[in-house]
């Protein structure tokens, strides 16, 4: 059986996630408390993150790579375009999420309200989630814009981006940290991948102390 060590609300393990419920690869989920640098851990990943995938005797980290390695392994759907073009947009907007929305959105609420509690390392910084409530209205209408032009974030067809930015818009939202009603093309967009069954394990998580909020998955919000 196929093994991921993940953390529920880690945008880079529920990216991963959708991949895998996407394409249909049974997978046993195993919570890691990573920053308790479990030595069995360390083994699987020295880097001390999550997620980290088991498949077919192989250990494998760091949610791009594994993306990436899945998709073209098990084609079936295609994330990441046919096109070289094509292919390096969707590229762009992964890292876009994963580095530029996380640094300045996800680590500023997500981390500071969430993982703070849950690793027991100190309290929210203030200055750091009022700079990630700012931020994401730059972001959220960001995405506006690109949804104004396209069917999906990178283009016409739904490729991974899609997948990268909804994982960090879900843990967000699982905190009521986004305001939906901002730009109605995100929402719209939001509405409709949140409707896939890929996403259906991801709406069920739950975090103790952290319950989600009445709507989070409701697919009618």
């Known amino acids: 059986m196929n093994r991921l060590y993940h953390m529920p609300l880690s945008p880079f393990c529920r990216k991963v996630r959708l991949v895998m419920a996407e394409k249909r690869?049974?997978?046993?989920?195993?919570?890691?408390?990573?920053?308790?640098?479990?030595?069995?851990f360390m083994r699987r990943n020295p880097a001390g993150k999550v997620p980290v995938l088991r498949m077919d005797g192989r250990t494998m980290a760091e949610s791009q790579?594994?993306?990436e390695f899945l998709d073209e392994v098990y084609p079936d759907p295609k994330l990441l375009p046919g096109g070289p073009v094509e292919r390096c947009e969707a590229r762009r907007l992964v890292c876009?999420?994963?580095?530029?929305?996380?640094?300045?959105?996800?680590?500023?609420?997500l981390y500071e309200r969430v993982n703070k509690k849950v690793t027991k390392s100190g309290y929210p910084d203030s200055r750091n989630v009022k700079a990630g409530a700012a931020a994401i209205k730059f972001h959220l209408d960001y995405m506006g814009w690109l949804l104004d032009q396209r069917r999906w974030l990178a283009g016409d067809v739904m490729t991974l981006a899609d997948f990268a930015a909804a994982a960090h818009l879900s843990c967000l939202d699982y905190i009521s940290d986004v305001d939906?009603?901002?730009?109605?093309?995100?929402?719209?967009?939001?509405?409709?991948?949140?409707?896939?069954p890929a996403f259906r394990n991801i709406l069920a998580d739950q975090v103790p102390g952290f319950p989600p909020p009445r709507h989070y998955a409701?697919?009618?919000f």
Do not use: G, M, P, Q
Request: net charge negative; proline share 0%; hydrophobic share 40%.
């Open 180 to 196: 939906w009603n901002r730009n109605a093309a995100v929402k719209d967009w939001y509405a409709k991948i949140k409707s896939r």
């Open 65 to 67: 790579a594994i993306c």
């Open 218 to 220: 409701n697919l009618d």
């Open 96 to 109: 876009w999420f994963d580095d530029k929305f996380h640094h300045e959105v996800t680590s500023k609420l």
């Open 25 to 40: 690869i049974e997978v046993e989920l195993v919570e890691e408390r990573y920053w308790e640098r479990d030595a069995d």
